[in-house]
């Protein structure tokens, strides 16, 4: 059988963990696997409204507490600091503890957006980045057995 590709690696575990549309995906059960969901759907916020902010909006303040280190754990330092620039530009204050205060804390001024927008266009081929430490996460891990 042929190693697959990055792409289709990523791809096959995060189906498994995602679902296709209209049937339920399955919850990771395993702090790897919440890693790997963790920064995939990181990367998928991320490229899908081309900032940061929309990472911040549609995650939880527990996914947020977690993402500098799981990009750490992956491997992934080369965005790590734009990361921690883009929480502190999101809560200036730090992220709130409650989960209420911080879906509060989402609705951000020009300027914020503004910055969060120049941090992820520093980012060159964030996404190919982000794909390829993923399937070499997942490999190292094992993931697939876990599918």
């Not at 919850?27 to 081309?50: K, N, W």
């Not at 266009?121 to 399937?135: D, N, Q, T, V, Y």
Request: proline share 3%.
């Amino acid at each position: 059988m042929n190693e697959l590709s990055d792409s289709e690696l990523v791809d096959k575990i995060s189906y498994s963990l995602i679902g296709d549309i209209g049937s339920p995906g399955k919850p990771p059960t395993t702090l790897e696997m919440e890693l790997f969901f963790d920064i995939y759907c990181f990367d998928m916020e991320v490229g899908s409204g081309g900032s940061f902010e929309q990472y911040f909006r549609w995650s939880s303040k527990e996914q947020v507490d977690r993402i500098v280190t799981q990009l750490e754990e992956a491997g992934l330092d080369a965005i790590i600091e734009s990361t921690k620039m883009a929480i502190e530009i999101a809560f200036p204050n730090g992220v709130p503890e409650d989960q209420d205060i911080y879906e509060e804390c989402t609705d951000w001024s020009d300027e914020q957006e503004r910055k969060l927008d120049e941090l992820y266009e520093r980012e060159e081929c964030l996404h190919s980045l982000i794909e390829e430490k993923l399937a070499l996460y997942a490999r190292e891990k094992s993931l697939l057995s876990l599918i």
